[in-house]
């Protein structure tokens, strides 16, 4: 990962965003398939990238949507079985599995996205181009653990004079309400002392300046070059109709010609490289050699 | 350059090129990425709004107040699943503050809220509809303060609202065009999330409308916050 830490924060937005689109409208095995791999690769290589949790819930998912999508739609030419006197038919379930890898593709690279832009670095991007944006997110992010503190103060307190424990949940939800409302007047009082705090400290000057900058090196140039060139490789295959499948009333794939063959690469490529800067340092100590 | 032709060039250049460029290279999936391309671009040009007009910091913190209490509202009833408190505090925030603080604690609390329950493809769609419910109780601010009746209306009409967008883009996205019956399928499979959604919502709007409402007056009377946005 430390080749995106270390690097300006557009280049690794400009990498996911390239990745996301394309995943998502693309319809494409040939682009799904190096997206979902991809994003695999790098997700059980990191730290806390998968959970048992998750992968179950993944799986699940991807089988009830490739299950489900041959009862609505009939068009393959293939039936397996006949359901309520309707085909379900071989091409519709691989639509199916196609359109589940396609959905955990996109849902897995957004879980990507937390560990490539660190918070930072997302503060960062926000802050150039939206400064109030910024403040709001970084306040209501450190408001919430705030605010979860003052309704806990709250619940023990009114639990050790005895009126909150309630086991009737109607009664519950009230005092919850009422938590609800205290809570309320708590923060927003203190919300307008924060606000008079931060204008007789200067909020709104001009010349502010960020806790960490990012310069935009030649480095960062070349990444973010390098992306582009890849994406719109993809991008001109899929212009000139060389990533289209038809799966209906049979599969078939268009022809798959020189341009196309370098377009889906260079999307592999993409999909591979927070992959192989995450296995950097295992690939270096294999391979590096010492010239002693 | 100058900042304000910039911005208009990404208005009226830019936008049309990603829409219809985008259409036709997606061919497969254009009515998906046209539905994207308007859930983002509503957004976009009230957030550049927000952005360019002045705004105290004291207005700002007590929108962030009010977006992180409906953020952590979902944390505060989890124990009661579908039983949220986002919709209602976003259109109390509009009823008493405006019809731009709405939307902006509306499409907040879904883009904040989801860095804890998660982002994914479903995020700008949470930020328009959660956004444009509170842009239109602050444009319907005056009858529903006045008229309980409206209110709990508006909660139903809400909880639906959003129900049917979020279901209308799953369906494009899974690709086929518009197919209807895939569409009715997935409102009956979401039916008790969204009765759900409307009962919570009349709920809350009802129970919380009042304290709230008169804690937000009282903000504008006494420390004379929002006057510009009424």
């Keep these: 990962m430390d080749i995106f830490i270390r690097r300006h924060p557009l280049v690794p937005l400009c990498l996911l965003l390239s990745i996301l689109l394309l995943a998502m409208f693309a319809q494409s095995p040939r682009i799904t398939v190096p997206a979902l791999a991809g994003a695999v690769l790098f997700l059980c290589t990191v730290r806390g990238g998968f959970t048992v949790r998750s992968v179950i819930g993944f799986l699940l998912c991807w089988a009830l949507i490739a299950a489900v999508n041959p009862l609505f739609s009939t068009g393959g030419a293939t039936p397996l079985v006949f359901v309520a006197g309707r085909p379900y038919t071989r091409e519709a379930l691989l639509y199916g599995v196609h359109l589940g890898a396609m959905l955990l593709a996109v849902l897995l690279w957004f879980r990507c996205e937390r560990l490539l832009i660190p918070e930072e670095h997302r503060f960062f991007l926000f802050g150039r181009f939206a400064p109030k944006l910024a403040l709001l997110i970084s306040s209501v992010l450190r408001f919430v653990p705030l605010l979860k503190r003052r309704a806990t103060a709250m619940r023990d307190a009114q639990t050790a004079v005895g009126i909150y424990d309630d086991p009737d949940w109607i009664h519950r939800a009230g005092s919850n309400m009422t938590t609800m409302s205290a809570l309320t007047t708590w923060s927003l009082e203190h919300a307008v002392d924060t606000g008079a705090a931060m204008k007789a400290r200067g909020y709104g000057l001009p010349g502010r300046t960020t806790y960490r900058t990012y310069r935009f090196t030649g480095t960062d140039a070349a990444w973010l070059s390098a992306i582009l060139v890849l994406t719109a490789s993809a991008v001109l295959a899929l212009a000139r109709g060389g990533l289209g499948v038809s799966f209906y009333p049979n599969i078939v794939f268009a022809h798959a010609d020189t341009l196309t063959r370098i377009g889906v690469a260079a999307y592999t490529i993409l999909c591979l490289l927070p992959f192989l800067s995450a296995i950097k340092e295992e690939l270096r100590w294999c391979f590096y050699r010492s010239k002693m | ?230």
């Design chain 2, 1 to 230: 350059m100058n900042r304000r032709l910039l911005t208009r060039i990404c208005f009226f250049v830019m936008i049309p090129i990603v829409v219809f460029g985008g259409a036709l290279l997606f061919r497969e999936q254009h009515y998906a990425w046209i539905t994207l391309c308007i859930a983002v671009l509503t957004c976009l040009p009230i957030w550049y709004d927000f952005e360019r007009r002045e705004t105290g910091s004291a207005e700002l913190m007590v929108l962030s107040v009010l977006t992180s209490l409906s953020v952590a509202g979902r944390f505060l009833f989890a124990w009661l699943p579908g039983f949220k408190p986002v919709t209602a505090i976003t259109v109390i925030t509009a009823m008493w503050l405006g019809a731009e603080p709405g939307f902006i604690v509306g499409s907040l609390t879904a883009l904040l809220s989801n860095f804890y329950f998660g982002q994914g493809p479903w995020t700008p769609f949470q930020m328009f509809s959660w956004g444009l419910l509170g842009g239109l109780a602050g444009l319907l601010a005056k009858p529903l303060r006045k008229h309980k009746i409206l209110l709990c209306l508006y909660g139903i009409f809400a909880g639906f609202f959003y129900s049917l967008v979020m279901d209308l883009w799953s369906t494009f996205w899974m690709g086929e065009g518009f197919s209807i019956p895939r569409y009715v399928a997935l409102i009956t499979a979401a039916l008790p999330i969204t009765l759900e959604y409307a009962i919570s919502n009349v709920i809350f709007l009802l129970v919380l409308a009042g304290p709230i409402g008169e804690k937000l007056d009282r903000l504008r009377v006494r420390y004379g916050l929002f006057r510009e946005h009424q």
